[in-house]
């Protein structure tokens, strides 16, 4: 089973690393849409994908609020294009996901044709 978490980002310098490193520890991919952070936003994350962190990073500067054009792509193109993902969570980065240390996310038996419901 893989789990790919998503995320649309523009100036979330203050928050950035730990959403990511938070996130990368129940996901096995996180792939980020910076939308023209002017911050240091995609600073922080070319050096956490430096590291070897299972994060991409996809730039797309150009002007708008497009954010069900910009998500749908992401997860198209990218968490089941790219990664065959059987699990898609889209996240803010103000969003931590509380998971229990060694539980995972979706639980077992869970087929990945539905939708899943998790406890907010």
């Not at 969570?89 to 419901?117: I, K, M, Q, W, Y």
Request: hydrophobic share 45%; charged share 25%.
């Amino acid at each position: 089973m893989t789990l790919v978490a998503i995320s649309g980002v523009k100036n979330e310098i203050d928050v950035i690393e730990a959403f990511v490193r938070h996130t990368l520890a129940f996901a096995d991919r996180l792939i980020v849409l910076d939308n023209g952070s002017t911050d240091g936003t995609r600073d922080v994350l070319r050096a956490l994908s430096g590291e070897g962190l299972p994060l991409d990073l996809v730039e797309d500067p150009s002007l708008g609020y497009y954010q069900a054009r910009r998500m749908n792509y992401l997860l198209r193109e990218h968490a089941l294009g790219r990664y065959g993902a059987d699990w898609i969570l889209p996240l803010d980065t103000d969003e931590f996901v509380a998971v229990s240390e060694g539980c995972s996310l979706v639980p077992e038996g869970v087929a990945p044709a539905r939708p899943l419901s998790l406890s907010w």
